[in-house]
Each structure stands twice: as C-alpha cells, then as structure tokens.
C-alpha cells in the first residue's frame, strides 16, 4: 500500500490566486501579507479539482481514487528556496492540515531562479538527495511511495521523474489541460553500479566536497558521462550532476548496508591483522586493526607489496585479486602501504557494499 505521496512544489498557486475574476479585496490582502492561514480557508470553501487552487491540490485530489493509494497518505511536499516557494509551501501546509492529513515540508536549497549555475550544481542535486532519503528511511521503500511530479521547474519535474523511474517508485503527472493525472509508463533505466567500486574514493569525494581536481586521464569515460566537466586554472575539476545523485541514490535503495554488507564472523573463526617485518606508513598499522575490529565480517588481514609507491591512493578500498578487499594508505610523508582483507562476503553484491561502507566509513577518516 501507498503510504507516501512526494510532491514537487511550483508557485501556480499564488498565479492562479491573482487570476481569480472578479478578485475579492480580502483575497488580495491576504496575498500581500502572506496569511497563509486565511488563504487555506478560502481554498478550503472551494473545489479541489478547481483551477485556483493550483497544480498541487489539483493533482493530489484526482490522485486519491489511484488503486494502492491509502486515505491518510502522508503528504511530502518538495519546496523551492524562494520566498514564494516558502509561501506556497505554508498555504499547503495549512490547507491539508484542516483536512486533517499529515504534512511534511522538505525545503530544497538551491532550488531557486536567481542563479541557474546554483540551480543546475545544487539545487537540483538536494532534490535527489531528498526524495531519496524520504523514500529510504520515511516511506521504507519504493513499494509505499508514490512520486507527483506535477508542480514546479520543469527542470525540477524532469528530475522527479527520472529518479522515480531509476528507483522503481510509480510517477504521476498532470497537465492543467488534463481532465485526470496520468501514471507515466515505467522506463527500462538501469545503472552500472560496478562504478562505484572502482571509483569509490572518487564519488564519495565528490558527494561530499561537491568539486574535486583529478586529471580526466584518471577518471573513465563511463564515469565521466555521470559528472560535470570544467577547466579551472589549468586543472581539470569535477563535480556531481543530478544524474550522479541518481546513481548513488539508487545504490543505496537497492544495496542497503543493512541488508547487503556480509554476514558477521563468529569470534573464534576471526584472526587479527598480520603484517611482513616492513617498515610502514605512520599510523597504517593502527588504522588497519581499528578497520579490522570494528567490522565484524572482516575474517582477516594481512600487508601486501608496496611497490609502486606512485600507483598507491590514500585511504582507497576497492575489490583485489581472489575477491579480497584491498586498502591502500599513505601517511603525511606520502608513505603508502596496501592491506588485504578476507572477508565473510559470498556475493558481489555483498563485496561492493563492503567497499562502498569501508569508504565511506574510513575513506575520509
């Protein structure tokens, strides 16, 4: 069952309320003073199916006879950064609040038309990561969510609408021309996902830094048509799009850590880390032990060569030969050393996740 009903917010809302013939002088007031809560009244005394009340309301009440969709469906509206985004997110709130249904207001920053390089760079990014996090961690799942994609950018929608599709969550649209919402037809989109473990290091710098410097020679093609390209002073600098966010927003609903990550060992089957009599990098030992006791699954570890001192990353997971995890570190002096890992994992699946946890955990540590 539909538990969850996500919503991209424009501001129609406000324009139609401008529009109305033969405006009454209260309605008027209460747009310039922003009274929400006067304006959800004189909304509420209205046809929901009207246009006056705007792409939102509209849409959400032709959506209530979808076949799954529960009567007390919480209501997630994704609203601009903008002082009539704001507005019109406060008018929705108060509107369904008197028809006694649950409201959740998600503030999208850098969802706003006074910058475009904000709007493409940020905006549209914290909008994936919303939807996305609402749909992991409040809705449970695809399965009890749905996506409106009616109100908003058209930037916006478009997005909505490819995130759904990738997540497998159902998408609705409805045009003000429409007599009824439309169910958009589900799209074959699938996404490499053997990326991330190639290039964990990579994409979780540039989840969190937003921009990271990396010639293009080291970063694929296949992942290079997931990012944004700019040359910066001579440097080659990348950054993530709406379409990484995607990607990784995908990952984490499909292959969550919870249920993907390797069984945990018993104690007497686990051996702690060995390392050859080297010298190593300062801090390595320390760092591998910790890694090794804090992750259950983690059977063993034991130091490779650390030859090719050049090719070694900081603090880089990724999968080795025989399937074993393999760390690289380097200390302040740009020291590196290699450590593999056995670990409990039977499935690839089971070893991305390792690595994408391992980097995500320690990666940046």
């Given at each position: ?12 809302l ?40 705007g792409?939102?309301i ?13 009567a ?26 008197r028809?006694n ?41 695809p ?5 409106n994609a ?11 609408v ?71 002073d ?47 990098p ?64 039977k ?8 690595v ?10």
């Amino acid at each position: 069952m539909i538990r969850h009903v996500i919503n991209t917010v424009g501001t129609s809302l406000l324009e139609n309320l401008r529009r109305v013939a033969d405006i009454p002088p209260e309605l008027t007031g209460w747009l310039d003073r922003k009274d929400a809560k006067q304006l959800a009244k004189w909304l509420a005394g209205h046809q929901p199916e009207q246009r006056e009340c705007g792409a939102e309301i509209n849409s959400i009440h032709h959506l209530e006879g979808h076949s799954g969709l529960v009567a007390d469906a919480t209501l997630h509206f994704c609203v601009s950064q903008t002082p009539e985004g704001k507005f019109v997110a406060a008018i929705l709130n108060e509107y369904y609040l008197r028809k006694n249904r649950t409201v959740r207001l998600h503030e999208v920053s850098g969802l706003q038309d006074a910058d475009p390089q904000r709007f493409r760079r940020e905006g549209l990014r914290q909008l994936v990561r919303i939807i996305g996090t609402i749909i992991r961690n409040e809705a449970g799942g695809p399965a009890y969510t749905l996506i409106n994609a009616t109100g908003g950018y058209k930037a916006q929608i478009a997005i909505a609408v490819v995130l759904g599709q990738a997540l497998g969550v159902p998408v609705h649209y409805k045009h003000e021309r429409f007599p009824s919402i439309i169910s958009l037809p589900p799209l074959p989109i699938t996404f490499d996902y053997s990326l991330l473990t190639k290039h964990s290091d990579l994409l979780d710098a540039l989840e969190q830094e937003g921009v990271v410097k990396s010639p293009a020679s080291a970063v694929p093609d296949s992942l290079q048509v997931l990012l944004e390209h700019e040359l910066v002073d001579g440097l080659d600098c990348w950054a993530m799009t709406a379409i990484s966010e995607i990607y990784l927003e995908g990952y984490r609903l499909r292959f969550p850590a919870e249920k993907t990550l390797p069984p945990s060992a018993s104690t007497e089957n686990r051996k702690a880390p060995t390392f050859r009599d080297d010298h190593y990098p300062k801090g390595f030992q320390d760092y591998v032990e910790r890694i090794w006791r804090e992750n259950p699954w983690i059977l063993s570890a034991h130091s490779l060569p650390y030859d090719r001192q050049p090719s070694i990353r900081d603090r880089t997971f990724y999968i080795g030969n025989d399937d074993q995890l393999t760390a690289e570190y380097r200390d302040r002096n740009n020291f590196g050393a290699r450590e593999a890992f056995l670990t409990t994992a039977k499935t690839n699946a089971q070893r991305e996740a390792a690595v994408w946890h391992l980097t995500q955990r320690y990666g940046r540590d």
